[in-house]
């Protein structure tokens, strides 16, 4: 055989080994890629996105997309052929798989956390959305979560209205821990409750409850034994003039808020707030409106204008980095409030884009 031919025989070989090696050979990564997006003023299998009752609402042209990044599962183990694959990839990003399920967290309880940030976003853009058109929405502070083995197990209960701490009066949740922590461990504080069962009977006849209750607890230590605790976790609870319902499933995670609240705003305003252009976005949302940074900018990006988006809302914090690779034809527009997004929505319907606010590396 000649010498040229056995070599590249040789070489040939090798490769394959090598191949076959890396199929077999698990690194500890996990791949992101661009995910499915979906017009909030449209549908998903077969029903409204957003479902308005009891308001009336307006026709809407055009996209007000949310996006999403698909990941791999907690348990699935990348090889080392398909990680080098995903680095040399384009429209995929390789990363450490501590970065997605961090400190061993299983896919269960990823998926279970990312439901419960959904249900959250869902809930804060209904909020901002009603606040941005100047809608009173009611709120009170209610025990959101009562941690198993405190002293607050089967003495108070999830949904429970907390009117006040040693009759204080609670405005805020963060007033609950203000008011406990004033306490050394062993001492005993005084909630003055609706109980969850009695709020939810006077919300659904239309009236204020106010059939108070005094429940008195001794508070402990908590982990770093320097503060009292009494374990719950308090939260905010929100009363509607009328019925918002989001009906998206599969979906977690609190990165849609932002398009969540401005599909709301939509609906309830006369005209429409994109002129028809295809528009596509992302960022969490608080209360206030205040729009907040996500996961995997890039990949939604390229999401995004592969389904044919024009303008990208980004928040203000992923600016940076999703201004070093944008997809050709993609405007990147900064936002960081639901006003700012509106005031963009404007400018991009009147077709006068000139002082946009955009995103760049610096």
Known sequence: ?????ATMLASTLVLIALLCAGVFIKVPYSEMSPGPTVNTLGEARGEPV??????????????????????????????FVEAVYGW????????PHDTLYPDGKTEEQSTQ???????????????????????????????STVIKDTPSEDRLHAGDVIRAVDGAAVEQ?????KLVTKHKPGEKVVFTIVPAKAAAAAEKAGKEPDAT?????????????????????AGTDHTFPFT?????ADVGGPSAGLMFALGIVDKLTPGNLTGGKFVAGTGTIDDQGKVGP????????????????????????NCASAASDIPDGLTLVKVNTIEDAAKSLEKIRSGSTAGLPSCTTG
Do not use: C, W
């Not at 249900?119 to 709120?139: D, G, N």
């Not at 949740?173 to 821990?177: N, S």
């Not at 939604?300 to 980004?314: C, I, P, Q, S």
């Open 50 to 79: 957003l479902a308005i009752s009891g308001r009336k609402t307006y026709p809407t042209t055009g996209h007000l997309n949310m996006t999403t990044v698909r990941v791999t599962g907690a348990d699935y183990n990348m090889n």
């Open 113 to 143: 956390e990312n439901a419960e940030e959904f249900t959250q976003s869902q809930e804060s853009a209904k909020v901002a959305a009603l606040k941005q058109m100047k809608i009173p929405v009611k709120s009170r502070v209610v025990v």
């Open 1 to 5: 055989m000649p010498r040229r031919t």
């Open 173 to 177: 949740p963060a007033d609950v821990a």
């Open 294 to 317: 996500i996961g995997g900018i890039e990949m939604k990006l390229v999401g995004a204008r592969n389904a044919g988006a024009e303008y990208f809302l980004t928040p203000n914090d």
């Open 213 to 233: 209750e005094k429940v008195t607890i001794t508070t402990t230590t908590s982990d770093t034994g320097n503060r009292a605790i009494v374990g719950i976790q």
């Open 244 to 248: 918002v319902d989001i009906n998206l």
């Open 88 to 95: 040399l990839a384009h429209d995929n990003v390789v990363v």
